[in-house]
């Protein structure tokens, strides 16, 4: 069993920046795939971006939205992952979820879930 736990968001202005937080817990971490998903109201939930195990060479993905904005990376000697992101827009507005699963198959889905953290991007 991992939990997870988002920290981070907060209200900032458009073109400025935040850096989320997800901590785990459990000795495993190094062996899991870790993704930022995102839900803003009335939407449905959405890919941000994930960063494969260390032992898959830790590579990374983004949403088209989100590439060149937007950094994910890990640190598992802290078992935590982290999404900088810059350049904020208010359509980036939403609850970021940071999520953790075994399989490196994308049709696989995510077994484990934080809570989610709330960021809110001001025009």
């Known amino acids: 069993q991992v939990q997870l736990v988002e920290s981070g968001g907060g209200l900032v202005q458009a073109g400025g920046s935040l850096r989320l937080s997800c901590a785990a817990n459990g000795r495993t971490f190094s062996t899991y795939n870790l993704g930022w998903f995102r839900q803003a109201p009335g939407k449905e939930r959405e890919f941000v971006a994930n960063i494969s195990r260390s032992g898959s060479g830790g590579t990374t993905s983004y949403a088209d939205s989100v590439k060149g904005r937007f950094t994910i990376s890990r640190d598992n000697a802290k078992n935590t992952v982290y999404l900088q992101m810059n350049s904020l827009k208010p359509e980036d507005t939403a609850v970021y979820y940071c999520?953790?699963?075994?399989?490196?198959?994308?049709?696989?889905?995510?077994?484990?879930w934080g809570q989610g953290t709330q960021v809110t991007v001001s025009s």
């Open positions: 999520a953790a699963k075994r399989s490196l198959l994308a049709v696989i889905p995510y077994d484990y």
